[in-house]
């Protein structure tokens, strides 16, 4: 039965012999020169003038919609994109959506989870869109977009209320910070000198420093100065800004060149948050340390805390008590300042080692000594910034039991990634169950393989390819072999994609197998972009059936229309699959703009077209959205922003 469910590739495979490094040598050999700059740019200008011809033929499209959240949704994505080109325009779209979200606010119903969910959504995309390009129109949009504070509930059911107006407040001086760093600086500097301590001062921090050096150090300096052990013992907020200033660590000085280009490299995001010199740190640090030994007692419940997975720091909880004299405010701060400090022993061992064995002192006293949560934690937090097989493999070393094989066998994979075949059998080995051993020993095998793939070893290839447990693991390692041998055999690397071809080239019966079509799609991008919308065409007419038949479903089985219009805020698998064959034909358009086009049409209903379309205008236009958009968990199928 498994030969013949192979036989179609093994067949294909065979007659790759015939590609040779010869091919490779004539395709050498016909390479066109590299084009004309000015050449570039003409058709640079005549692609992104056909996306915004398109995209204003998806805002009037967009009239038609009958849900207000997908209209909303659409204004926001087209002024993000059209504000470079057309500034009235933009602001005019924003703010059309601004009037039409603060009706929805008005008529919102709060006993609804959902849409309450998808109004503060809305809100914060539109505000901080905005914020992105004008400083002053993102206030002007967070205040019309205020939901009152009326409490009536005429239902009587549970309420859901909306974000809280300073959080997103915060979100938007962090955004400010990276276009009008000026109008940050003010805003940030006024909060300080009201004896406010607003959350995003770090990340304005973290913009300030690349921005403009002079605000960034006025500003550095101010904050530092209102962050005292006796400040940090009375106020919550003051508190927490500490934790989060000195949780990264301080900036990397530039005498720290010995460190690897591969260590740089993953721990860009973590350093990006790095805003205090060492020597602001030191004193912050130490400020820090002097406030949290102040702490007498964990109060009830509080033995285990630390952090959470991932590293995610846990903070003591408040005071139940509705009030608290200052004697429990100032042990409440305190409390919250040595458990973030429980999280940072390495930087105290580092940067103030004399005061690193009064702290664990303190710890033990108060029984948070030899925590192994605590241990567990600062592993994973390194785990997860690194994302090495060493900072994996010492994350398993502390993790509870019931996690360290899963740990450990990240940790051989990502070893296999890495092309450390030798670390990755000895994890394998020392650490995994046969089953799962097996499964590494093989992806082992295939990572020393395409390194060495050749026409010659068509017949291990073969073997191999045979003994794998799915289509999807062959699917996978044909496109690693066509990766493998494109430069050296191009027509050998394309007989592996037409083989991974043949083995998606049918009705998808899960959504793994969807993924597997998209992959294919994306790997023929590279050598021959026609085969990738071959194949994504049949994906886009099963997914049209999938849908039709969620329309006669929704309410019963499955709910992701609302009045006949599918919902754009859904976090429905089917509504994100759909989502993601739009965003491979957006990475297509710049290939065959046309094309992709063309193929986003053959989404039958409007609300997926149109979002298909809004993703070829976002990917030719270059517009990207900033990689901490604020959260957006279920958000998987919506109109895309920057």
């Not at 209209?71 to 080109?85: K, N, P, S």
């Not at 280009?261 to 205090?276: D, E, P």
Request: hydrophobic content about 35%; glycine content about 6%; cysteine-free.
């Amino acid at each position: 039965m498994l030969i013949k469910k192979i036989t179609p590739f093994l067949i294909l495979l065979a007659s790759a012999g015939f590609a040779n490094a010869q091919d490779a040598a004539s395709q050498t050999a016909t390479a066109q020169s590299s084009p004309d700059p000015q050449q570039q740019q003409e058709e640079k200008a005549k692609l992104e003038k056909k996306a915004t011809v398109l995209l204003e033929q998806v805002v009037s499209e967009a009239g038609a919609l009958k849900l207000p959240e997908n209209r909303i949704r659409v204004q926001i994505a087209a002024g993000d994109m059209l504000w470079d080109r057309s500034a009235t325009r933009a602001r005019g779209l924003l703010s059309d959506a601004g009037a039409m979200l603060s009706q929805m606010i008005l008529e919102g119903d709060r006993t609804d989870r959902d849409e309450m969910q998808t109004l503060n959504q809305l809100r914060q995309d539109l505000v901080l869109t905005a914020g992105r390009h004008d400083a002053e129109l993102g206030y002007q949009l967070l205040r019309s977009t205020q939901p009152q504070t009326n409490t009536t509930n005429a239902a009587g059911g549970r309420r859901f209320g909306f974000d809280p107006q300073g959080n997103l407040e915060q979100s938007l001086l962090a955004t400010i910070a990276a276009t009008d760093p000026k109008v940050a600086y003010q805003k940030a500097s006024e909060a300080l000198d009201k004896g406010e301590y607003p959350t995003a001062l770090n990340r304005v921090l973290a913009q300030l420093q690349s921005k403009d050096e002079e605000a960034f150090k006025k500003l550095s300096d101010k904050v530092l100065g209102r962050l005292g052990s006796e400040n940090l013992l009375t106020t919550r907020e003051a508190a927490s800004l500490a934790l989060n200033l000195l949780l990264p660590g301080p900036r990397v000085t530039g005498t720290a060149s010995n460190q690897t280009t591969q260590a740089t490299t993953t721990n860009a995001r973590s350093n990006s948050t790095q805003v205090l010199s060492e020597s602001a740190y030191h004193d912050l640090l130490d400020n820090a340390i002097a406030a949290a030994l102040n702490v007498t007692s964990l109060g009830p419940g509080n033995n285990n805390r630390g952090t959470g997975p991932g590293g995610r720091l846990r903070m003591p909880p408040p005071n139940p008590q509705t009030t608290t004299d200052d004697a429990q405010n100032r042990q409440n701060n305190a409390r919250t300042l040595l458990f973030g400090l429980a999280a940072m022993l390495t930087q105290i061992d580092q940067y103030l080692p004399e005061r690193s064995q009064t702290v664990r002192q303190k710890m033990t006293d108060l029984g948070m000594g030899n925590n192994p949560n605590l241990t567990y934690g600062n592993q994973m937090r390194t785990a997860m910034q690194q994302g090495t097989s060493e900072t994996l493999e010492a994350a398993a070393k502390t993790a509870p039991p019931q996690m360290q094989s899963r740990l450990y066998q990240q940790a051989a994979q990502k070893a296999v990634d890495e092309g450390n075949t030798d670390r990755a059998l000895q994890l394998a080995n020392d650490h995994l169950d046969e089953s799962t051993r097996n499964s590494i020993m093989q992806a082992v095998d295939f990572k020393r393989l395409t390194t060495t793939a050749s026409a010659e070893k068509l017949d291990e290839i073969k073997q191999k390819l045979a003994g794998l447990p799915s289509d999807s693991d062959r699917v996978k390692y044909l496109i690693d072999l066509s990766t493998s041998t494109q430069k050296d055999n191009p027509k050998l690397a394309l007989r592996f994609l037409d083989d991974a071809r043949n083995l998606v080239n049918k009705r998808a019966a899960n959504y793994k197998q969807f993924e597997d079509q998209l992959k294919v799609a994306d790997a023929f991008a590279a050598v021959d972009s026609k085969r990738s919308f071959e194949v994504l065409e049949p994906g886009i007419a099963q997914l049209n059936e999938l849908l039709s038949a969620a329309q006669v479903l929704n309410g019963f089985e499955i709910e992701i229309f609302k009045e006949g219009e599918l919902s754009l805020r859904s976090d429905n698998d089917l509504v994100g699959m759909v989502a993601r064959f739009g965003q491979e034909l957006a990475s297509l358009a710049k290939a065959d703009f046309d094309q992709a086009r063309m193929t986003a049409d053959k989404f039958q209903l409007p609300e997926p077209r149109l979002n298909a379309k809004l993703q070829i205008v976002q990917s030719v236009l270059g517009v990207q959205r900033p990689a901490n958009d604020g959260n957006r968990r279920g958000q998987n199928f919506q109109f895309v922003m920057r």
